[in-house]
């Protein structure tokens, strides 16, 4: 069975710091992994998937295949980024996403 | 394009009642699929339906289901409502023609009393 762990609730850094979002995850296939993020009052929405191997609004994710993990890193975090972050894997060819508990990331002043 | 919409936002039932929830997918997306979100649970995936069709299913009660129209709208149907339902459901639709990116809608809430 897929499996994605978030190990950190709670989040906060200050403005200006680096921030790592830690997503480990256990499937036995090769696994699409994306983070979708969720703002104050907003809707669930994709920030980077590992496929595409982009970086949006400076947050990059690699994945280690070896360490079974998809850390979510931004060199500055900045007040805006603060938000519910949650991990998310999809197996096989189906739609489903199997999501991690969700980080709650807040960046202080 | 439209976002994915779902009516109505807020909903307030009692238990052993039924509930209905609607999903409209972006122009194009063929695929919807259906998400509970719990404080205590986090997001579990319901099922998925492509083409009129259930594709995929998560593990919860046959008092869940779900079906799809020939315009890709889809409704979830909650049967015998329990205190424990009482959640935010989320749809998201895609395209469905592979692991594609899953666009969510702002959520049902449901309260049972």
């Known amino acids: 069975a897929q499996r994605v762990t978030q190990p950190e609730k709670l989040l906060s850094v200050f403005k200006g710091a680096p921030v790592e979002l830690k997503c480990n995850y256990s499937y036995s296939g090769s696994p699409e992994l994306f983070w979708y993020v969720q703002y104050s009052r907003q809707r669930l929405q994709l920030l980077l998937r590992h496929i595409s191997r982009e970086s949006i609004k400076g947050f990059t994710a690699d994945l280690n295949k070896g360490e079974t993990s998809f850390h979510l890193k931004k060199p500055f975090a900045q007040e805006e980024d603060s938000a519910m972050y949650y991990c998310a894997l999809s197996s096989g060819s189906a739609r489903q996403l199997t999501f991690g508990s969700g980080t709650q990331l807040t960046v202080l002043p | 394009k439209a976002g994915v919409t779902q009516t109505p936002r807020y909903l307030i039932k009692t238990r052993g009642q039924q509930v209905t929830l609607s999903c409209s997918p972006i122009?194009?997306?063929?695929?919807v699929s259906w998400y509970q979100q719990t404080p205590g649970q986090g997001l579990q995936f319901l099922f998925e339906y492509f083409s009129e069709t259930q594709r995929n299913k998560g593990n919860f009660p046959g008092r869940f289901s779900g079906r799809q129209f020939s315009n890709s709208r889809s409704e979830m149907n909650v049967s015998t409502l329990e205190l424990g339902d009482s959640a935010l459901y989320l749809c998201?639709?895609?395209?469905?023609?592979?692991?594609?990116?899953?666009?969510f809608g702002p959520g049902t809430r449901l309260l049972v009393l």
């Open positions: 122009s194009g997306h063929r695929s």
């Open positions: 998201a639709s895609s395209l469905g023609q592979g692991r594609e990116t899953q666009y």
